[in-house]
């Protein structure tokens, strides 16, 4: 009986944390570009498993790169303004007047740190990167500069 009961508590914890993990970064602007470019031609998108996740202290993982759409980096360009307000600049690169590369730290969201980082390189390529994670701010720079 307290097996039944425990199962029934494990099944009901995992429908109150799922719409959590679904929504993870549906409070930000930049979903919608995973939602508008995700599964176009010369996209790619990438979504950590949970065991490489894991390895690197993640909670969370998605990056998108669009090349040939030249409205793609305004539209990122966009989402990332209404994003950072509010934001820590930890890095940011304007170049005639546009941003051509950004590093932002969000407000957390629960115990976890959220990062977006983002590149523009001419002609018309976009990165995209967002992440959640444990881990503060100097490892996270640390791991993502650090020479393979």
Same mark, same amino acid.
């Given at each position: 009986?307290?097996? #039944? ?7 009901? /914890? +995992? ?15 930049? /979903? ?6 995700? =599964? ?8 950590? =498993?949970?065991?490489?996740?894991? =390895? ?10 669009? #090349?040939?759409? $030249?409205?793609?980096?305004?539209? +990122? ?45 001419? $002609?018309?390529? +976009? ?22």
């Amino acid at each position: 009986m307290k097996n #039944k009961n425990y199962g029934i508590l494990i099944l009901l /914890s +995992v429908f109150w944390l799922l719409p959590e993990l679904v929504n993870a970064q549906s409070d930000l602007q930049i /979903s919608k570009v995973f939602e508008k470019y995700g =599964s176009r031609k010369h996209v790619v998108m990438v979504e950590m =498993s949970r065991e490489m996740l894991a =390895s690197y202290n993640m909670t969370l993982y998605k990056s998108i790169s669009i #090349k040939e759409d $030249p409205s793609s980096v305004e539209f +990122v360009r966009n989402c990332l303004s209404k994003d950072k307000e509010g934001a820590k600049k930890i890095k940011q690169v304007m170049k005639g007047g546009e941003l051509v590369s950004a590093y932002y730290q969000l407000n957390k969201r629960g115990k976890d740190n959220r990062f977006i980082l983002f590149r523009s390189d001419p $002609p018309n390529v +976009v990165t995209l990167i967002y992440i959640e994670t444990e881990e503060e701010t100097d490892n996270i720079v640390n791991m993502l500069l650090k020479k393979k």
